[in-house]
């Protein structure tokens, strides 16, 4: 029987999913859904998955079978924390909560002005921001200007500075954000604003861990579902 909160994490699933999807299309990577999984037959960018499980019970030699294992570093996203992938030579990387708030829940206007990012220029200002002098900003390339069910989130200071953002991927039940980033007390009553203003009708998903869920959670979110991230380290 699917519960409710399994209900909301197979939405917020999905669109992280979506997501993975997107970034990897934009780099050139091939990837495909099936019922069960949602997984690329070669390696994904740097901080994405090379699978995401989709519902409860995913098939572990089914999902492994599908990505690639032999290049260094293959993981997979364990959406409900129910997979053992031990015996095909992964390690769990890190645990997080799914997080899901109600549309229509209100936030106060932020102090910061936002905007759509909307040309290459001002993706690569928010991509240098997003990454902090970490050297992977060239991850967020122009090609992301072209998919129309992602937006890219910027807030700006009084002089035009990035200071935090977020990235919005629209699908038809749900707004999942990610790659947030900047103070907390700042990024997230900004891209609420923001998500509110772009699509009031939906619920917004996402997934966060440590101090990123406390914020989250301080801002309307409520925590509805484990998640792990598998790593791969050895052949199976």
Same mark, same amino acid.
């Given at each position: 029987?699917?519960?409710?909160?399994?209900?909301?994490?197979?939405?917020?699933? %999905?669109?992280?999913?979506?997501?993975?999807?997107?970034?990897?299309?934009?780099?050139?990577?091939?990837?495909? =859904?099936e019922?069960?999984?949602?997984?690329?037959? %070669?390696?994904?960018?740097?901080?994405?998955?090379?699978?995401?499980?989709?519902?409860?019970?995913?098939?572990?030699?089914a999902?492994?079978?599908?990505?690639?294992?032999?290049?260094?570093?293959? !993981?997979?996203?364990?959406?409900?924390?129910?997979?053992?992938?031990?015996?095909?030579? =992964?390690?769990?990387? =890190?645990?997080?909560?799914?997080?899901?708030?109600?549309? $229509?829940? !209100?936030?106060?206007?932020? @102090?910061?002005?936002?905007?759509?990012?909307?040309?290459? @220029?001002?993706? %690569?200002?928010?991509?240098?921001?997003? @990454?902090?002098? $970490?050297?992977?900003?060239?991850?967020?390339?122009? /090609?992301?200007?072209?998919?129309? &069910?992602?937006?890219?989130?910027?807030?700006? !200071?009084?002089? /035009?500075?990035?200071?935090? $953002?977020?990235?919005?991927?629209?699908?038809?039940?749900?707004?999942?954000?990610?790659?947030?980033?900047?103070?907390? @007390?700042?990024?997230?009553?900004?891209?609420?604003?923001?998500?509110?203003?772009?699509?009031?009708?939906?619920?917004?998903?996402?997934?966060?861990?440590g101090?990123?869920?406390?914020?989250?959670?301080?801002?309307?979110? &409520?925590a509805?579902?484990?998640?792990?991230?598998?790593?791969?380290?050895? !052949?199976a």
């Amino acid at each position: 029987m699917t519960t409710p909160q399994q209900l909301l994490v197979r939405d917020a699933a %999905r669109d992280n999913a979506a997501w993975c999807a997107v970034m990897c299309r934009v780099h050139g990577v091939e990837s495909a =859904f099936e019922e069960e999984t949602w997984a690329a037959a %070669r390696r994904t960018p740097v901080y994405y998955p090379d699978a995401v499980t989709l519902r409860p019970g995913a098939d572990p030699i089914a999902l492994v079978a599908r990505i690639d294992t032999v290049s260094p570093g293959a !993981s997979v996203k364990d959406s409900f924390a129910d997979l053992d992938l031990t015996a095909a030579g =992964f390690r769990v990387l =890190f645990e997080a909560e799914w997080i899901h708030r109600a549309a $229509g829940g !209100s936030v106060a206007a932020p @102090d910061l002005a936002w905007e759509v990012v909307s040309d290459p @220029d001002a993706l %690569r200002d928010w991509a240098l921001a997003w @990454d902090d002098g $970490g050297g992977n900003a060239d991850l967020f390339g122009p /090609g992301l200007l072209d998919v129309p &069910e992602t937006f890219v989130l910027a807030g700006r !200071s009084a002089d /035009g500075r990035v200071v935090c $953002g977020a990235v919005a991927g629209r699908s038809s039940r749900v707004v999942g954000v990610s790659n947030v980033f900047g103070p907390p @007390d700042a990024a997230w009553p900004l891209v609420l604003h923001a998500v509110g203003q772009l699509f009031p009708a939906l619920p917004v998903v996402g997934y966060e861990q440590g101090a990123g869920l406390a914020a989250a959670l301080r801002y309307g979110f &409520e925590a509805v579902g484990p998640l792990r991230v598998w790593v791969h380290e050895r !052949s199976a």
